[in-house]
């Protein structure tokens, strides 16, 4: 009978007798199948190596459903998309009119003379040039900027800074010009708020999109993986174009697996 109180348990094979603390092995972690915190344009890099790799052969795309390799294809493309539409809706916050397009430029030149202007009419007053002329700030996001040339605009009409600004060349004419640039937008806060609405719902689209994607390249790495097993030493230039053992860092699936130790015979008793 087996010794059930001394570590380890004793058991019977065949000529043998083995004192394992851990006799059976703990089975090998699932493979995962969940995107990874990985940089989307990571995903989209190692996406294009393995589609490619699966057109260049035609025994590991006859493994996928058909149009497999289509739909991969257009899925990466339109990942690379998303990504572009991300930085988009956190930039400009909208479409712009023509109208607003040009007195957008208006408004920038309009800032960068006020700029100068104040440094002219303060000088070395660097706390009123940062918070009345907002020198110095740098958020470039268009309601950020309308919201600095509000800020602006209020500080040239004070009487005491317009008195100065004029002092330095200023007039009545380069105040209206921002003024009626300005006019075009309405208030700053909807362009915050169109910001914010925007780029959550492209990082909405952006994530579920490349979640898809993911799925597509294991996919196809598992296909390759089946065709061409690392068991065999040939096969491994084309496992390198399929990415496996290298995308995704984390996969433990698309390597040969580490075989479990044999115990070792214990001393005889």
Known sequence: ??????????????????????PWPMPTPPMKTTRPHTP????????????????????????????YLATATTLCTKV?????????AKGELGNLTKTQSANLSILHHGMAQASKTAKLAFPGQTVKLHQEFQIGEGKHDLAS????????LGSIKTAANLTA????GWTDADTTAIQTARTTFGPAEQYREQSKSGAKDSTTTKNADAAALYENI?????????QYPATNSANAGVRDEFRLGIFPPDHGGNS???????????APK
């Open 1 to 22: 009978m087996p010794n059930w109180d001394t570590p380890g348990l004793f058991y019977d094979m065949p000529g043998l007798m083995y004192d394992d603390p851990n």
């Open 40 to 67: 989307v344009h990571i995903i989209t890099h190692n996406g294009t190596l393995v589609i490619a790799a699966a057109n260049n052969h035609p025994e590991v795309a006859a493994r996928l459903p058909s149009g």
């Open 80 to 88: 690379s998309g998303d990504v572009t539409g991300q930085k988009t």
């Open 145 to 152: 900027f309308l919201g600095r040339v509000d800020i602006v």
């Open 165 to 168: 600004f004029k002092a330095k």
């Open 218 to 226: 294991l996919t196809i790495q598992n296909a390759a993986d089946l």
């Open 256 to 266: 040969t697996p580490t075989p479990v130790p044999t115990p070792a015979p214990a």
